[in-house]
């Protein structure tokens, strides 16, 4: 803009014939070229000030950009992600800059596996028909290790690693994930028996998923990290009731073998608190047998000496004396008188032990 | 005419930016760029930045992608060795890696990718039912410890197409490949179902066949072991009563100074006992001490 303030002294002199006769002319001119060129310094002013201030950009919480010079990355790793914040790039043909999501989780889901359903029925929770065979242009399911059919469907989470790698690596980054994922369920499906995936191994399977996925991610170099997967396995909608039924008769089967599990506590607890018993009764026989036999010993050594003495009394006083006692205890005795000239003599008893007191006949 | 420094410094400014836009070009991060000299790729540049050229009649830019594309074929049948028409599709992760010779194959074109992918497309057919075809169903389909060749198949068909690109250039690379998608025709679909119908029948008379003789088997071994146990403590209990009476027999040596007077006295305990309760007892004059009511005391007294 100097050149501008020398600009006045400058008209030629190499032309002073000229200058009178067109003074009033080259005065308005002169006048005129000096106004456009304040509004001409203005405006590319203004323009410059637009032009600079065209580059600024910010980069939100959550997101990188990335800025090129001439096409080509500024920085060197790490240091070429911009963070959150005010940024100023130079404009259009010699830099521009490019946003990435990063912290942002991204999620994909797998697109084959899964019969054919409209989100609208999905979101009514209604499904189609299911029908006696699959279309396999229209209806996704995988095929299992048994040659079975069934349909799986997984989710993933993921966060973006390599950002430069995710935008300047590949055409569309997340088509690629998705790619994987579709391989990772197919792959995994392949090996697994169609009972695995739906009862018995269905972590199993889920875990076998996410291992081939992140094998592939990191063959495929696609730079990102899983943070979670989720897989969601259905029996083909036609066989919904055989599949039930095998539940069923799973749960049934339990439910038989507990019953026999609990007889068999029953019956063991039983057996063992009986024989406990039979062999405690042994011994109180044991014991009372011992006990007895010796205090009969003691006894018979006690009357020995008075049995030595006079052998003939001793049992008559002891048959007298034990009589004696059974006959208080006795409920009813009865003494028969001897009949003349030994005759026999009937007598009559009621043998019933109801009602307690037994009736007796009385000797005709 | 009048010199103005000012439309000069314009003037040399457009000039310059004239000449940048014909002299100079970028290439972005992720392209690649081919320099045609009067029509023939002359000059490839893969790295980033800005570079120098003859304006245009003489040198022209072509700018291509080179970053990793992805390409999926159409799900086909093909046929395993084993004679089960599998149809199955695949995806690729492809690139252009000499754009020198991507460019004259494909630039004729509007859309050089598409057109590459339709020369991928023709040869992943042709490999696909090559390797297919040298498998049975169950390289695909077989649990992991059985022998599962699928990923060998994925891999045999990347090298097939590899060596198909080697073959003919043209310029591009495929980085991966890999199965998207496997589906069997719709009629055997129907027959694969009425299989699995009856596999879940067997699998549920199964469940209930052996859960009943399992619970049988249960209940049985119960019964037996109870019964052993109950017999093993018969055992033990007349062990202890043998051992009750060996012990009890010691003192029966005791009776051996008297046996009469020992047989007497049990006699006498076992008529005690048996008469203890609620019995009725009838008697005669014959028997001790009732005799007495016959004067047997004179009796007595004679002897």
């Given at each position: ?13 190499p ?8 003074d ?14 304040a509004?001409v ?32 990355p500024?920085?060197?790793?790490e240091k ?47 499904e189609?028909f299911p ?36 935008v ?32 018995r ?11 081939r ?28 009731d055989?599949?039930?039924?095998v ?22 607890s ?29 006894q ?21 004396e034990t ?23 009937e ?18 | ?54 304006p ?5 830019v ?8 992805n ?6 049948e ?17 690139k ?79 980085r991966?490949?890999?199965?998207k ?21 067997v699998l ?44 009890a ?12 007077l ?32 016959r ?9």
């Amino acid at each position: 803009m100097a050149d501008l303030h020398s600009h006045p002294p400058e008209p030629a002199p190499p032309e002073p014939p000229v200058e009178p006769a067109l003074d009033a002319g080259s005065q308005a001119l002169s006048e005129a070229l000096r106004s456009s060129f304040a509004i001409v310094k203005f405006v590319m002013v203004v323009l410059v000030f637009v032009f600079l201030g065209s580059g600024l950009f910010t980069v939100r919480e959550g997101e990188r950009a990335i800025k090129l010079r001439l096409g080509k990355p500024v920085g060197e790793g790490e240091k070429q992600l911009l963070g959150p914040g005010l940024h100023w790039s130079l404009p259009y043909p010699i830099e521009e800059y490019q946003k990435i999501p990063i912290t942002e989780i991204q999620s994909v889901t797998s697109t084959i596996g899964w019969y054919n359903v409209t989100p609208e029925q999905e979101l009514a929770g209604t499904e189609p028909f299911p029908t006696a065979s699959l279309n396999p242009v229209s209806e996704g399911y995988l095929l299992t290790a048994d040659a079975n059919i069934v349909h799986s469907r997984a989710t993933v989470q993921y966060r973006i690693a390599n950002p430069i790698g995710y935008v300047f690596d590949f055409v569309n980054a997340s088509n690629a994930v998705q790619n994987a994922l579709d391989n990772a369920l197919l792959w995994t499906a392949a090996r697994f028996t169609v009972d695995e995936i739906l009862t018995r191994d269905v972590i199993g399977f889920t875990e076998a998923v996410r291992k081939r996925l992140n094998q592939l991610i990191e063959e495929q170099s696609l730079g990102v990290v899983v943070e979670q997967c989720t897989v969601r396995s259905v029996p083909p909608r036609y066989l919904k009731d055989a599949f039930a039924g095998v539940l069923r008769a799973e749960v049934n089967r339990n439910k038989t073998l507990d019953e026999a599990r609990s007889y068999e506590n029953q019956v063991l607890s039983r057996a063992s608190a009986d024989a406990q018993s039979r062999i405690d009764a042994a011994e109180s026989d044991r014991a009372r047998l011992v006990a007895e036999v010796s205090s009969r010993a003691e006894q018979f050594l006690e009357l020995l000496p008075k049995f030595r003495q006079n052998p003939e009394l001793f049992v008559q006083q002891r048959l007298t004396e034990t009589l004696g006692r059974v006959l208080t205890n006795a409920q009813d005795t009865i003494f028969l008188s001897e009949t003349a000239a030994g005759k026999s003599r009937e007598l009559r008893l009621l043998l019933n032990r109801e009602p307690p007191k037994p009736k007796l006949e009385q000797p005709k | 005419m009048k010199r103005n420094p000012l439309t000069l410094t314009i003037g040399i400014l457009l000039i310059l930016i004239v000449a940048l836009l014909l002299f100079v070009f970028q290439v972005r991060q992720s392209e690649v760029v081919v320099i045609t000299t009067f029509g023939k790729p002359t000059r490839q540049i893969k790295d980033p930045g800005a570079y120098l050229k003859w304006p245009w009649p003489i040198q022209s830019v072509h700018r291509f992608d080179q970053r990793v594309q992805n390409f999926e074929d159409k799900f086909s049948e093909g046929l395993t060795s084993d004679n089960f028409n599998l149809l199955s599709s695949v995806y690729v992760g492809w690139k252009i890696t000499d754009a020198r010779v991507f460019y004259p194959k494909f630039a004729a074109s509007t859309t050089p990718i598409a057109e590459a992918e339709k020369v991928l497309e023709r040869l992943l057919s042709n490999a696909k039912a090559a390797v297919i075809g040298k498998h049975p169903l169950s390289d695909f389909l077989s649990p992991a410890d059985v022998g599962n060749r699928f990923t060998e198949i994925e891999d045999e068909i990347l090298a097939a197409m590899r060596s198909e690109l080697l073959a003919n250039d043209y310029g591009i690379e495929i980085r991966f490949l890999r199965i998207k998608r496997l589906g069997l025709p719709e009629t055997v679909t129907q027959s694969v179902f009425e299989r699995m119908t009856s596999e879940r029948q067997v699998l549920t008379s199964k469940s209930q066949f052996e859960g009943e003789a399992e619970a049988q088997k249960i209940r049985s071994e119960a019964d037996r072991k109870a019964a052993e146990i109950l017999a093993a403590a018969d055992g033990q209990a007349t062990q202890i009563r043998g051992k009750g009476e060996a012990e009890a027999a010691k003192s029966l040596e005791v009776f051996q100074q008297h046996p009469e007077l020992a047989n007497f006295i049990f006699r006498l305990n076992a008529l005690e006992g048996a008469l203890k309760d609620r019995s009725i007892l009838i008697f005669d004059q014959q028997i001790p001490p009732f005799d007495l009511f016959r004067g047997s005391h004179t009796n007595l007294l004679s002897k």
